[in-house]
């Protein structure tokens, strides 16, 4: 379940409610419902239990687990629809109070939480197992979370059903989460112990070794839980996950790709392999499933934003400004979280669409909400140049190593391009300088550096562009492509030479400058002055 998931992939922040998994067996007891749930198989589950319920339209427990299936797809709203329908025909029932309590544990009403916690618990008279363990997992899972509280609930459990490893599993998952990793092994072996085939105690002991980053043994035990349940689709996930964090691509399409298969190609299952997709940069291929989604359900903002953000990395910018706007439309009306990737993105588009004024705007609120995206004020400098609010792209540049202390070659580039169209040429020769030092094999920065000199010393008396000019000769390999380019810095380097009266050497640089430009009237004339 990715609620219950110890380790997740950071990026999937933007996948809002992702699943897999396939059973082969139809659904025909609550018991092989809720398997579909812990197999994240979330749309078999609902279908199983709506037809539980149409054969027994009273049975509150049916309606707490059908409310647990929609809290771990993400879906709050029909959680706690299906939990208040449990209370309402079973008041006596304990569990959907634990339901609504959890609701309230992650919306942070701690105090209120623990009322339906405390209710549940005097129903079950602490001796209901279901209702210790439940209640157990709320306090260990939820944002704000009551480890010392689950500790003693879990240590009555213990002691009214010693040989359940569902016991063994949440303790295990307590003391993970309180750092304690030899004691969260020690009961996740403790469950694989009592219950061999237990996939999720396999599962459990591979995500811990995840977090320890041991990823050798982490992938042993997701393929240990593959091979006691080929059908089980979170070992895949996992597995998939892993490869991607190892740069194994392909393996990694072919884990998630098994995830989906399992899943019976459900929309759930399609919409993480679709982010997994974004994730290893297959913008193409997560497009065409992100639009098949989008035919299927219209309703998951997410997927305008993922939409969007692949858009933009292939190109398409128009069609992506229409969905990062339908995003930004809809997000008030259901109540997504906007992150600071939206405004980065919405600004990249806006700038690749003429609207330079809101991308700055964009770029601004993203840097407000994550200070990490350093990148965005190279973003802005290129912006501002463009709109010729040249000192504003200065700023960015310099704001940008502020914060980042080192600016790369392009930024020193694009700095002094700035700094040189803002007739500060003594700073712009400072970041050619700095171009060149970083990556001294590169004729465009000796050329950029030789134009800032040219101003400095606008009569060529003291012959400042001169090294530059020479070394930016000497690196240009392709002169067909670099005329323009070669005949400035030949032209420049003919002067100088006739200046100081080198005349050997500026015949040789006219007659340079007639191999690249033969019909060039500056360098015919200055040969036959030559003569």
Not at 138 to 153: C, E, T
Not at 225 to 233: E, L, M, N, Q, V
Not at 245 to 273: T, V
Request: glycine residues 4%; proline residues 2%; hydrophobic residues 35%.
């Amino acid at each position: 379940m990715k609620r219950a998931s110890i380790t997740k992939t950071t990026f999937f922040i933007f996948a809002l409610s992702l699943t897999f998994g396939s059973l082969t067996l139809k659904a025909q007891t609550l018991s092989e419902a809720v398997k579909y749930t812990e197999n994240e198989q979330f749309e078999n589950a609902t279908r199983a239990f709506k037809t539980l319920l149409k054969n027994q339209p009273h049975n509150a427990d049916y309606y707490f687990f059908l409310g647990e299936n929609y809290f771990n797809n993400d879906n709050e709203d029909s959680a706690r629809y299906y939990y208040q329908k449990g209370i309402e025909v079973g008041v006596s029932n304990p569990l959907n109070y634990i339901g609504i309590g959890k609701l309230l544990m992650y919306e942070g009403k701690t105090k209120d939480a623990q009322t339906q916690f405390d209710k549940a618990l005097s129903i079950g008279a602490n001796k209901n197992i279901m209702v210790l363990l439940k209640v157990s997992e709320a306090l260990i899972k939820s944002p704000k979370n009551d480890l010392d509280q689950a500790d003693k609930l879990l240590g009555i459990a213990t002691k009214l059903d010693p040989k359940n490893p569902e016991v063994y599993i949440l303790t295990g998952d307590m003391y993970l989460e309180k750092t304690d990793g030899n004691n969260a092994i020690a009961n996740y072996k403790k469950a694989q112990d009592l219950d061999k085939k237990s996939v999720k105690a396999v599962l459990r002991v591979g995500q811990l070794y995840g977090r320890a980053k041991n990823y050798t043994l982490a992938l042993d035990k997701y393929q240990d839980a593959a091979k006691i349940d080929s059908s089980f689709a979170p070992a895949y996930r996992e597995q998939g996950e892993l490869y991607y964090m190892a740069k194994q691509y392909e393996k990694a399409k072919q884990k998630y790709k098994r995830y989906l298969d399992l899943s019976g190609n459900n929309f759930s299952a399609k919409q993480r392999y679709a982010s997994f997709l974004f994730l290893n940069k297959d913008y193409k291929e997560s497009i065409v499933l992100f639009n098949e989604l989008q035919k299927q359900d219209t309703s998951k903002n997410f997927v305008n934003r993922l939409l969007a953000y692949s858009l933009y990395e292939t190109g398409d910018y128009t069609t992506g400004t229409s969905y990062i706007n339908r995003f930004f439309n809809r997000a008030p009306l259901e109540n997504t979280k906007i992150i600071a990737s939206d405004y980065e993105y919405r600004g990249k588009l806006f700038s690749k669409t003429g609207k330079d004024s809101l991308a700055i705007l964009d770029y601004e609120t993203a840097l407000k909400m994550d200070s990490s995206k350093v990148d965005l004020f190279s973003e802005m400098g290129t912006v501002y140049f463009r709109m010729k609010k040249y000192d504003m792209a200065v700023q960015s540049y310099e704001r940008k190593l502020k914060v980042s202390e080192k600016l790369n070659a392009n930024d020193y580039f694009s700095m002094g391009r700035a700094y040189y169209f803002n007739k500060d040429f003594v700073n712009a020769d400072t970041c050619f300088g700095s171009v060149i030092k970083l990556q001294n094999t590169l004729p465009i920065g000796y050329l950029w550096k030789a134009k800032a000199c040219v101003q400095l010393d606008p009569d060529s008396k003291l012959g400042l562009a001169k090294p530059s000019y020479e070394k930016y000769v000497e690196l240009t390999t392709d002169a067909k492509k670099y005329v323009k380019e070669l005949t400035e810095a030949y032209e420049y380097l003919g002067y100088y030479y006739a200046l100081v009266k080198d005349n050997a050497k500026a015949k040789e640089t006219w007659l340079k400058l007639k191999e690249v430009d033969p019909a060039n009237v500056k360098a015919q004339k200055a040969l036959e002055s030559l003569k």
